[in-house]
């Protein structure tokens, strides 16, 4: 709930605040928190932020090769019709 009050993205620092505060409160030395606090945030969030840049990434290629890529006009006549 903290992190959502704070607005800022993923909670960042509001979030982590109340976690310290947290493992704190457990009897949990202050490095040992930080550390426990920093890994928890790698970990949830760098395999998410890879994959969007791997999908950005994958985005602008599409995008590169379909502007390179000559447009084929739909052909006007049918397969049926005949001139006269």
């Known amino acids: ?3 959502m009050a704070s607005g800022l993205p993923l909670g960042l ?7 310290l505060s947290l493992l704190r409160a457990y009897d949990v030395d202050t490095t040992t928190a ?3 606090v ?5 970990l949830i969030n760098l395999p998410t932020g890879l994959l969007g840049f ?3 990434v ?4 599409q995008q590169k ?10 052909s006007l006549t049918t397969a049926g019709s005949t001139k006269s």
């Open 13 to 19: 620092g509001a979030t982590d605040a109340v976690m």
């Open 65 to 74: 090769a379909a502007t390179r890529a000559p447009s084929i006009a739909p």
């Open 34 to 36: 930080g550390s426990i």
């Open 38 to 42: 920093i890994l928890n945030r790698l």
């Open 54 to 56: 791997a999908a950005y």
């Open 1 to 3: 709930m903290a992190g």
């Open 58 to 61: 994958i985005t602008l290629r």
